[in-house]
C-alpha cells in the first residue's frame, strides 16, 4: 500500500516523500523488514528513538514519531519522518489497513473480565465448532482454529499488540474461520491493540482485583475494561457484577444478560442442562458462552443442550489423579479467582484440601495478602511458595502475603520457596481422599526468574511426584 494511501485519513505531520510503497509497520527494530514503517515510540522501559539507526539499516522507509523531540542522528534524505498525536493508535489504524481490515470478514468476539476470560473463550469456541461453525480462539494459552493448537510467532500476551493481531485475523479469514473470539484484556484495551478491529460482541465477565498497579489506580483499571462498551455493537454482561453493570451503563448498546440462575430473559435450572464441568464457577461461565452465541442468533435450547460436551482448557483446573489422590492445576491468580477455585472445591470434596500458591513478582502487592487469606480461610493445609518473582526477591513476596494470615490459620500454613519441593511436599504430605490445589501459573510452561525463564510445568511436576509417591508406596 502506498505511504499516501495510509496517512490520508490520519491526523500527522510529514517531512519527505509518501510516495512510497509500505508492507509493513513495527515499533519493533528487531522486527522491521525492507519497506517497513518504524514507529519510535517511547515504552515502559525502552525509547524506540535509540534504535532508529537500527531500523533504517533494516529496510525502514518511515520513521514515526508521537512527541515534540529531535532524532539524534543524521537521516538519509530518502527516509520520511512522519509525527502523529499517538504512536500507538497510529500503529493499530495501520496494521488494519495493510491487512486489509480482516476483522470487517468475520464476526469478532472480545471478552473481558478479571477471571474466567480463557474460559468464556474457549467454550464459545467449542460451542461454536459443535454448531458446525469455524472458529478461531485467540488468548493466554495461544491460538486454536477449530480447537486445534497452531504454533505461530506471536508475543505471549492475553491480547496481541495490532501488528501481530491484524496479520493473525487475515491468516484466520484465509483459513475459513467465520467466528473470532479473543481475550481483551485490560492492558490490550487501554494501549489500544484492539481500537481498529471491529467488535461485534463484548462480553463483561467479572471485575476483580488485579493490574491496579500496572494502570495506576483501579480508577484506570476500570476505565480501560469500559472502553469495550464503546466498541462493541452489542454486549453481554454478568447480571450479578455491579461493577460491569455500572461499566456498560449508558453504552446504548442491545444488551442480553446472564447470571447464576438466568440467561437472555430465561430462568435456568439444572433441568435446562447438564455439564460435566468442575466447580460451581464454571456454571456461570458455560452461561456467559450460552448467552454470548444466543445475542448471535443461535438457538438457546440447542446451546444448553451442548454444554454437557464441555471441557476446561489447558490449566484450568486440570485434573491429575493416582492412588486416591487428585491434584488440580489452575491458573487463578487473584483473590476473587482463588476464593472462587477453592470455595467450589471445598463444596465438591469431603477430604483435606492442600493449595499451593504464591504471587508474581512486579505485579500489584495490594492482592498479595488478601491472597493469603484466601487461601487459609478456605484450605486445611496451604504451602507458600514462588510463582514469577521477576525481579522481586521471593521472600519478600511471601512475606507479603503471610501478611493477610491471622495467627488462627498460621499454624496450616508453611513456607517452601522453591516451588519443585512446594509441589512435591503437598503431594506427599496428602492422605487418601484429600484434594490439592496448584494455583497461579496453570498452563504456563516457565518460571520467570529475573530476565531468565526456565522450564517449568506445575501439571509436568505434579503427575512426576504423584507417580514417586506410587513407586515409594508400592
Not at 467454550?123 to 504454533?151: D, E, H, P, Y
Not at 443461535?298 to 486416591?324: A, M
Request: glycine share 8%; charged share 20%.
Amino acid at each position: 500500500m502506498l505511504l499516501s494511501e495510509i496517512l490520508k485519513d490520519w491526523p500527522c505531520t510529514v517531512s519527505g516523500s509518501i510516495g512510497m510503497s509500505v508492507c509493513g509497520i513495527t515499533e519493533r527494530s528487531n522486527k522491521v523488514g525492507e519497506g517497513y514503517i518504524f514507529v519510535a515510540r517511547r515504552g515502559a522501559r525502552h525509547d524506540g528513538l535509540l534504535h532508529v539507526q537500527e531500523a533504517i539499516e533494516s529496510g525502514a522507509v518511515a520513521i514515526v514519531i508521537d512527541r515534540n523531540t529531535s532524532i539524534n542522528i543524521a537521516i538519509p534524505h530518502n527516509i520520511t519522518i512522519i509525527t502523529v498525536p499517538d504512536g500507538r493508535k497510529f500503529i493499530s489504524y495501520v496494521s488494519a489497513k495493510l491487512a486489509g481490515d480482516p476483522a470487517e470478514s468475520m464476526t469478532i468476539i472480545a471478552v473481558t473480565g478479571t477471571n474466567g476470560k480463557t474460559t468464556v473463550t474457549h467454550f464459545i469456541g467449542q460451542l461454536l465448532k459443535m454448531s458446525g461453525k469455524q472458529a478461531a480462539v485467540i488468548g493466554t494459552t495461544g491460538i486454536f482454529l477449530n480447537g486445534r493448537k497452531r504454533t505461530l510467532e506471536v508475543p505471549e500476551m492475553t491480547t496481541l499488540p495490532a501488528e501481530f493481531l491484524h496479520p493473525l485475523l487475515k491468516e484466520c479469514l484465509e483459513a475459513g474461520m467465520e467466528y473470532v473470539v479473543m481475550e481483551a484484556s485490560s492492558l490490550g484495551l487501554s494501549t489500544y491493540r484492539l481500537d481498529h478491529c471491529r467488535i461485534d460482541v463484548g462480553v463483561f465477565l467479572n471485575i476483580g482485583v488485579d493490574h491496579y498497579e500496572e494502570h495506576g489506580s483501579k480508577e484506570a483499571y476500570l476505565s480501560a475494561k469500559k472502553r469495550l462498551a464503546a466498541m462493541a455493537n452489542k454486549l453481554v454482561v454478568n447480571l450479578d457484577d455491579e461493577q460491569c453493570l455500572s461499566l456498560v451503563n449508558n453504552a446504548n448498546r442491545p444488551t442480553n444478560y446472564f447470571s447464576e440462575t438466568m440467561m437472555s430473559g430465561l430462568k435456568v435450572s439444572d433441568g435446562h442442562y447438564s455439564h460435566a464441568l468442575t466447580g460451581c464457577h464454571n456454571r456461570m461461565n458455560a452461561l456467559a458462552a450460552v448467552t454470548t452465541l444466543n445475542s448471535l442468533g443461535f438457538d438457546r435450547t440447542e446451546l444448553l443442550s451442548l454444554c454437557q460436551k464441555l471441557h476446561l482448557p489447558e490449566g484450568r483446573l486440570q485434573r491429575v489423579e493416582d492412588s486416591g489422590l487428585t491434584v488440580f492445576v489452575d491458573y487463578a491468580h487473584t483473590p476473587d479467582a482463588l476464593h472462587t477455585v477453592l470455595s467450589s472445591l471445598r463444596k465438591e470434596h469431603n477430604g483435606g484440601l492442600i493449595t499451593v500458591f504464591g504471587c508474581g513478582g512486579d505485579r500489584d502487592h495490594g492482592k498479595r495478602p488478601l491472597m493469603g487469606e484466601v487461601a487459609a480461610n478456605f484450605s486445611s493445609q496451604v504451602i507458600i511458595t514462588s510463582d514469577n518473582p521477576r525481579n522481586e526477591n521471593p521472600l519478600q513476596i511471601i512475606d507479603e502475603v503471610l501478611s493477610g494470615i491471622d495467627s488462627k490459620n498460621s499454624k496450616s500454613v508453611t513456607v517452601v520457596p522453591d516451588r519443585r519441593a512446594a509441589i512435591r511436599k503437598a503431594v506427599f504430605d496428602a492422605k487418601d481422599g484429600d484434594v490439592i490445589l496448584i494455583a497461579g501459573k496453570g498452563h504456563e510452561k516457565t518460571q520467570q526468574v529475573g530476565q531468565l525463564f526456565f522450564p517449568f510445568s506445575d501439571y509436568s511436576i505434579a503427575k512426576e511426584a504423584l507417580q514417586d509417591k506410587k513407586s515409594k508406596i508400592n
